[in-house]
């Protein structure tokens, strides 16, 4: 017990939840070359994006009871290989069918590892060190969507699009190498049978697909479309029959009594909003950069580059500060920070200038250098020991949802402030530039409100009794 190597263990997490996150992002630049290839139409190759999206989300949830069944130690070298495998199926695809195939099975596997990463970094590192190593983790967590665009970009040039696929299997098999020499700690963990909730698994997975595929599709066929009203009906109602199901289930897949601890609910309330503020923002960006500013695809990346910088200098110390002072001033800081940005977004114009861009990008950057790592070392430390992995796997899953949601919300509002000011006489770039405007808007509302939720974070990382039942040396 005293030979674990805690070095080697977040690296191998680390491996793990970059790799996945790299394939969330890697695809959309290799589109058009698989269209051509397939044969097939611009919204028969986004289901490629899609059902990953999709698919992500469904082993989330089981992350806690699988943990129970079979340990971390198989799950998460389950969940790697499992998603190495999805990789050189999509790779070796030769129509688009058995490519939507390959790409559930790898998201089946990406999906996991964040929450059992989360879950095994609480496992094993005490709580007084936990917002630094979360800090550090998740810097690999957003590392990985960051690099995606320009690594699809330069593979699919070079060696096509298979090679975007290919490039997992190196790296997949290196790291489950790595897990059994670090993680060989994790097989003493002790396992139980619990009973498996497959009504509420169905319920929840119906809920889940049904609204995201509905938010997703939504700014295209329009909120009122009644396919799109229909298909969010069904997630409405499997949800309200999951939670009528599984309220008082001792087993259930959610422990729906997680959501009784106000602290806990804080965490995710700020999850939610903040994943849909800047997702969504996200989503806005390269249009003001590209459309309205001008700026090319590359001098776009490379002034997106001051936000990457700054988030990934501050992460480790704003976990740090978390482990000291506690999460709740701090992220409310990086929440004040992020509001500020929005604002600066909604003022550039194609008369701004470079300096003011990457102001607004660096202010943005230490926003989510402030915030990010703080809010999982409060989300895990709001809860008890055993809650851990529930509370991982419900955090990941929210943030998933939150992100989809800003998008399709801010995507909707936009278009419909576009087709409200080009009927009221407007040019096109102009109702375009005031639509944007409005979106960042919205944003720095949702992230302004986010502060209340904020303010019920734990004031202090407390260390709950027994919270050092994982391997505290």
Known sequence: MRDINRTGILMVVIMGTTMAGIDSSIVNISLPVMSKQFNCTLDEI???????MLSFSVLMPLTSWLK??????????????????????????????????????????GGAMAPTSMAIISYIFPARVRGAVLGWWGLGNLVGPALGPTLGGILTEKFGWPSIF???????????????????????QPKLKLPFDLPGFILLTIFLVCLQYGVAKAEVAGIGSPAILATLGVAVVALMAFIWLDRNKTTAII?????????????ILVTISRSAALYGGLFLMPFLLQEQMGFSEGMSGLLILPNAVFMA????????????????????CGLFLLAVSMYLFSILDKGSSISMVILSMTVRGLGMGLLLAPLNAATLSAVRPEEV????????????????????????????????????????????????????????????????????LPRSNVVLKNSDAHIDT
């Not at 998603?83 to 390959?102: D, K, P, Q, R």
């Not at 200098?313 to 409310?332: C, N, Q, T, V």
């Not at 995507?411 to 770039?429: D, E, P, V, Y």
């Open 255 to 267: 422990d729906l009594g997680l959501f009784t601890n106000y602290a806990f609910v804080s965490c």
């Open 166 to 188: 290919y490039i997992n299997l190196p790296i997949g098999i290196l790291t489950v190498v790595l897990a059994f020499k670090y993680l060989d700690v994790l097989r003493k």
């Open 68 to 109: 129970n069944r079979i340990g971390f130690f198989n799950l998460y070298i389950g969940a790697i290989s499992l998603f190495t495998i999805g990789s050189l199926l999509c790779a070796l695809s030769t129509n688009l069918e058995s490519l939507l195939t390959a790409r559930v099975i790898q998201a089946l596997g």
């Open 313 to 332: 200098a501050l992460m480790p110390f704003a976990g740090k500060w978390s482990d000291k002072h506690g999460s709740r001033e701090i992220s409310m």
């Open 389 to 456: 992995t529930m509370a991982s796997s419900i955090s990941t899953l929210m943030q998933q949802v939150g992100g989809a949601i800003g998008i399709a919300v801010l995507a909707i509002i936009t278009q419909a402030s576009f087709n409200q000011h080009i009927l009221a006489g407007a040019s096109n770039h102009y109702a375009h530039h005031l639509a944007l405007k409005h979106g960042f808007h919205i944003s720095l509302i949702i992230l302004l409100v986010t502060l209340i939720p904020a303010w019920f």
């Open 46 to 52: 986004e289901w490629v994006i899609t059902v990953y």
